[in-house]
């Protein structure tokens, strides 16, 4: 059974930093993504990486605060973010991709399946 389990959601000020974890099970993935939703709006794209070479993809908006990083021992994706502000407040959710659809990295289509969510604050 293929599991995605986040962790590292919580309550930061402005200007802080949180790193969220993604363990996956069940499977090997070829891309794993970040998303994130707030209510009432549309799920967005955040960063995505290859798991084989490690190339990265970042949406602008997260573009030089964030970094997503893997570990392939431990079978986890992580998401780094700095510089917070409160725009970052929202559900970020970990997806994964069983094929190579870089075409579709940055559509929820292009991910098989989805984490429950985990909820990221800033306080201004």
């Known amino acids: 059974q293929v599991q995605l389990v986040e962790s590292g959601g919580g309550l930061v000020q402005a200007g802080g930093s949180l790193r969220l974890s993604c363990a996956a099970s069940g499977r090997t993935f070829s891309i794993m993504g970040w998303f994130r939703q707030a209510p009432g709006k549309e799920r967005e794209f955040v960063a995505a990486?290859?798991?084989?070479?490690?190339?990265?993809y970042y949406a602008d908006s997260v573009k030089g605060r964030f970094t997503i990083s893997r570990d392939n021992a431990k079978n986890t994706v992580y998401l780094q973010m700095n510089s917070l502000k409160p725009e970052d407040t929202d559900v970020y959710y970990c997806?994964?991709?069983?094929?190579?659809?870089?075409?579709?990295?940055?559509?929820?289509?292009?991910?098989?399946?989805w984490g429950q969510g985990t909820q990221v604050t800033v306080s201004s």
């Open positions: 990486i290859s798991w084989s070479r490690g190339n990265t």
């Open positions: 997806a994964a991709s069983k094929a190579d659809t870089f075409w579709a990295l940055t559509r929820t289509s292009g991910y098989d399946y």
